[in-house]
């Protein structure tokens, strides 16, 4: 089936050093996100790829970073992680900015330690 | 800038109890307002899209309507397996913004 895979499903980093989140995609989708999602609050768009146009939130922090080196795959680098950036992170694809929702992936629960 | 609010944070039902969600919102050129399911753990799992106001989408136990402020996610004769959290989003001029959902829970 045609899915969003992420990977790990589960991430234990340590406070300060870097993480690499991974997402990969066989439905072919031009647009690639990524959200963050707090316990109980709504997801907050980090940043997403049109193609390989780059587009970063306003209020993403420096300290998260992203990578798209082909259609299928599209990495979130975090280089210092801290207590506060543990969280749910989503990876989603689209067709165009699309009106027709988005495919999540399961998400990956980060822990920093 | 985009606004999604939905009420209630948390509803608790019986089984057989049917009832509403709420999702207010306020967007620059609607384009799209979008329902999803999301169990713990997991991703959001998408259910609806509305375009315009009057429009309404069934799927199962699930209707929901559109007007120009607001949209309903109407739940009709839940199950246990109903229990989730539901998002709306909002698709305008810009990205798409979520809700922080409403936590179901039905009772056997």
């Known amino acids: 089936d045609a899915m969003v895979i992420q990977n790990p499903r589960y991430q234990v980093t340590q406070f300060g050093k870097p993480v690499t989140l991974s997402c990969s995609q066989t439905?072919?989708?031009?647009?690639m996100y990524w959200y963050q999602q707090k316990s109980s609050q709504a997801p907050k768009l980090l940043f997403h790829?049109?193609?390989?146009?780059?587009?970063n939130e306003a209020d993403t922090p420096d300290n998260f970073q992203s990578r798209r080196p082909n259609t299928s795959f599209c990495f979130l680098d975090i280089r210092s992680p801290g207590l506060g950036d543990a969280a749910m992170y989503l990876c989603a694809t689209s067709v165009g900015t699309s009106d027709y929702g988005y495919t999540f992936g399961s998400g990956t629960r980060l822990t920093v330690v | 800038e985009d606004q999604v609010t939905q009420s209630p944070e948390a509803l608790r039902l019986q089984e057989g109890e049917s009832s509403s969600l709420n999702c207010s919102y306020t967007v620059s050129g609607l384009r799209g307002l979008f329902w999803y399911r999301q169990d713990p753990g997991k991703g959001p799992e998408f259910l609806f899209t509305l375009y315009s106001a009057g429009e309404e989408k069934e799927k199962e136990r699930l209707k929901a309507t559109l007007t120009k402020k607001e949209s309903f996610l109407h739940i009709t004769a839940p199950k246990p397996e109903d229990s989730a959290t539901y998002l709306c989003?909002?698709?305008?001029?810009?990205?798409?913004?979520f809700g922080a959902g409403t936590r179901l829970t039905v009772k056997p």
């Open positions: 989003a909002v698709q305008g001029n810009n990205d798409m913004r």
């Open positions: 439905l072919n989708h031009n647009v």
């Open positions: 790829y049109y193609d390989k146009d780059f587009n």
